[in-house]
């Protein structure tokens, strides 16, 4: 078994759980019901859950790998990584990450699981895995002392549209802080305070725990679903899935961040990791991650059969049979699928949920 | 039979020659070398050759219509025309207009045709089919006396992409008067002078003269060509495409205004005609016609299954089953088809004749 190590040479088995839930309609029209982001190949050589899970393969073994995925997503997932000895779990409904992460823990406290788990969403980009390891091996070791560790992602600009992670004034013990604060979406101005500051990171919702200080958390915070988890019977009972689906309908849709993270009964720290991290949160976000490794002279991105004139700073995904050919653009995003065209305005990308609402109003649901 | 008649009752049966030789890829990736332009249904709602005959209708009969088409494209005209009496004659290799007009007036003296014929071009645009329709019938007079009458479409701009007609000082004769000259594509200054006159026409290569006053011009201005016409053999002999096509073949590529109207025997005349022309050029030509009818409120134009979100003045053809859709574009082409999209600047879709040559050198010869 690999596990990890550092430093003074202890090594800790590490658990990952990889929160695979989403349904996000971001990158339409790429992504689907069916087949959301986080099962896309839009960076990469792999759709991105697999990415997630080769990013720590050098930390975590396959049978220490929990994917967390909605019902309709489990085929597709067991297809994936099959013949790998991963856990699959099913949530009947997605509930945010709360519930998720509640699931997780009890699974892994079950299966008798008493070291740290990697909390990862499904669908982020990290360009430097190295640096994004050796912050989760740092989290790790604070995690197996009984605290709660978040990465710290070490921001470039004053990004508006993501949570901060605040931390306590002082020196860092062994490269990481004492959290004082979580901070939502910011204003631009106070966005640029806490880039000048140096002292707040962005907070991308990977963190290491074990299961233990997680269900205490939940226990604490979420009383009523910490109580309905320990109802559950075995996994593999053939009523299991209509009890999960029960307490899962009766449990509000809530963050992690929300639930636990605002007031936690553990000591949080925050891990800084300069990693090249980004959410890919829209067409655009795509954009700029890629933009990095691949443009060509003129600032574009080419992905499939296509053909660029006089083009600036496209972006220009081809997943169909046919020739894409573009003329003339600037800061454009063009996006063929089989059954689907997309061309918008690249800075504008972000409105393409504008677009799946107008298709599910019309006649043109399929394409959902 | 249905004939022309005006004013003083007289009737002239007319005949028209539609020349559909072309092989133009202006409208990649639409148009193909198998399908140029005047096989497209890219306004109104049928192909333009078709609508070309449709719009002569009250003047031509089928059986007076000569259809002069490129070898590759004989059967997809006898498909459209099938079951119609029309005329179809192949020529075996494009030589430009001179070579077609003269083919097509030695075919037709050879019917015993001694009435004035309208040569018309199979791909252009044309708003008021009713006034277009009263400027040939002008010019058939003309033409049954002898002369050679051409269209001269009234300019709306100073446009320096058309050749332009002169005519004569004076009042019109039956709103028609002789020509002075022909003038290749000015500069813009001198398209403005010509627009301020009044005494310029745009050339739409659109004139009507019987067989015998042609087979004279060509005599006098292609004589070597001429001679070769006279030495052809009945045109339903099986050695005649092997005529015809070393006759082509010994023949420059030559336009009918070029070789002929610059100093023409027939004394010329033109008939204005203020009918909504346009050659349909280009993506963008083809966007101001349907502009004027079609735009919705924010002067988009689409066709087929496609959905717009604050786009202004775009071009939307969708030609494939799937779904087309655009957000926050300003003046974009986007051409759909079921093997190759362009998507561009609509106001340097003039540039496409790039990219079929682009793709002509790169391993996508099959889109051509």
Redesign the interface.
């Known amino acids: 078994m690999r596990v990890a190590s550092e430093g003074d040479g202890k090594a800790i088995p590490m658990y990952a759980v990889v929160m695979a839930g989403g349904s996000g309609t971001r990158f339409w ?1 790429l992504s689907r019901k069916a087949r959301p982001k986080q099962f896309l190949t839009i960076v990469g050589e792999q759709p991105m859950i697999q990415a997630t899970c080769e990013r720590v393969s050098t930390l975590v073994t396959d049978d220490h790998l929990v994917l967390v995925v909605g019902r309709e997503h489990e085929a597709e997932t067991r297809s994936l990584f099959a013949g790998r000895p991963v856990h699959v779990l099913v949530e009947p409904v997605g509930r945010n990450t709360a519930p998720c992460i509640g699931l997780a823990a009890l699974y892994l406290q079950r299966l008798g699981c008493r070291e740290p788990v990697a909390i990862l969403p499904a669908d982020h980009y990290i360009a430097d895995a190295d640096t994004f390891c050796r912050g989760l091996t740092r989290a790790e070791r604070l995690a197996a002392e009984g605290s709660i560790a978040i990465l710290g992602i070490v921001p470039t600009r004053p990004e508006t549209g993501y949570g901060y992670i605040e931390r306590e004034q002082g020196e860092p013990e062994n490269g990481t802080f004492r959290v004082a604060r979580f901070v939502e979406k910011p204003a631009m101005e106070e966005a640029m305070k806490f880039l000048k500051s140096g002292r707040f990171y962005w907070n991308a919702g990977i963190f290491v725990a074990t299961p233990r200080a997680l269900l205490a958390e939940f226990a604490a915070h979420m009383p009523e679903f910490r109580h309905g988890l320990d109802q559950l019977g075995p996994i593999d009972a053939p009523d299991f899935p209509a009890q999960l689906d029960q307490l899962y309908r009766g449990t509000q849709s809530i963050s992690f961040d929300y639930a636990v993270m605002e007031n936690p009964l553990h000591q949080v720290y925050v891990v800084p990791a300069d990693c090249g991290w980004s959410d890919v949160g829209s067409w655009y976000s795509l954009y700029e991650v890629r933009h990095n490794t691949e443009q060509d002279e003129a600032g574009n991105v080419h992905q499939g059969r296509a ?1 660029s ?2 083009c600036r700073d496209c972006l220009v995904l ?1 997943q ?10 600037k800061k ?1 995003l ?1 996006v ?10 690249l800075e ?2 972000q ?2 949920k ?2 799946t609402g ?2 599910a109003e ?1 006649d ?1 649901a399929d ?1 959902l």
Chains 1, 2 share one sequence.
Do not use: F
């Open positions: 029209p053909l004139l006089d081809n169909s049979r046919g020739m894409v050919v573009t003329l003339g653009l454009i063009v063929n699928s089989e059954d689907a065209l997309l061309v918008a305005d504008r990308s409105e393409v504008r677009i107008l298709l019309s043109s394409l």
